[in-house]
């Protein structure tokens, strides 16, 4: 007689186990906000960027004008945070392990400034199933 198997499966795993439908369209959906935050970074660089070459063609050096300042802050900030949290969520979701998913240098900083977002993302893509993110987290 054959004894079944138990496999070991992560906590974080069993927190989020989905209808695979209503998964695989979370993560579509996840791609997607990854993309258009790609986007629109890339936007603001090279719009900063045209900018700052015509002023330099006209004499004048925009490299510091209060447009340039608030957009750079913009992508640094926001838009950073925003992809960071959209990386983290689809990686949990996939069941890809946070250590692989950071830089070794960014684990030893905490993730709290993204923590929040990445809930979010997480409960808003995959109906609410963030149980396992503290785990997925600590897993480091």
Do not use: C
Request: hydrophobic share 40%.
């Amino acid at each position: 007689m054959v004894e079944a198997t138990e496999t070991a499966v992560s906590p974080y795993v069993e927190a989020h186990t989905l209808n695979s439908e209503h998964a695989w369209l979370g993560l579509d959906i996840l791609k997607i906000n990854r993309a258009s935050l790609m986007a629109e970074a890339r936007l603001i660089r090279r719009l900063v960027s045209a900018r700052h070459k015509k002023g330099k063609r006209e004499g004048e050096l925009k490299r510091s004008g209060p447009t340039r300042q608030v957009l750079s802050e913009h992508r640094k900030g926001r838009l950073r945070n925003e992809a960071r949290a959209a990386h983290l969520a689809h990686g949990y979701l996939r069941d890809v392990p946070y250590a692989s998913m950071e830089n070794p240098e960014r684990l030893k900083k905490p993730v709290l400034m993204v923590l929040a977002a990445v809930r979010a993302k997480v409960a808003r893509f995959s109906r609410g199933a963030v149980e396992g993110l503290d785990i997925w987290f600590s897993d480091a």
